[in-house]
């Protein structure tokens, strides 16, 4: 069982940079971030396989960049131009096949708090 830990999040004024961070104990294929906000649903947010091809929502884009050290096995997630809207736990997520699709992968984080004040 690979384990995912998260790291980063904070406190942020909108306009503002942050970034997250995420150490897997062991190889994974697609890595990604989720999100959920209050009162809301949990969703996709970025995704990257281990080849480096990204994917992101298109509320992110432009914003949001994905990355990650194969060698190190952690995803980053580069976050700028913070909105109230992108308050949320964000969740690291990863893949255990190759197969397996980020909409529903085999290993969670425990979630790391953004907040982003107006």
């Known amino acids: 069982q690979v384990q995912l830990v998260e790291s980063g999040g904070g406190l942020v004024q909108a306009g503002g940079s942050l970034g997250l961070s995420c150490a897997a104990s062991g190889r994974t294929f697609s890595m990604g971030w989720y999100r959920q906000a209050p009162g809301k649903q949990r969703e996709l947010v970025a995704t990257i396989t281990r080849g480096g091809n990204t994917n992101y929502v298109d509320s992110v884009k432009g914003r949001f960049t994905i990355s990650r050290d194969n060698a190190k096995n952690t995803v980053y997630l580069a976050m700028n131009s913070l909105k109230p809207e992108d308050t949320a736990v964000y969740y690291c997520?990863?893949?255990?096949?190759?197969?397996?699709?980020?909409?529903?992968?085999?290993?969670w984080g425990k979630g790391t708090l953004v907040t982003v004040s107006s």
């Open positions: 997520a990863a893949a255990r096949f190759p197969v397996t699709p980020m909409t529903n992968p085999d290993y």
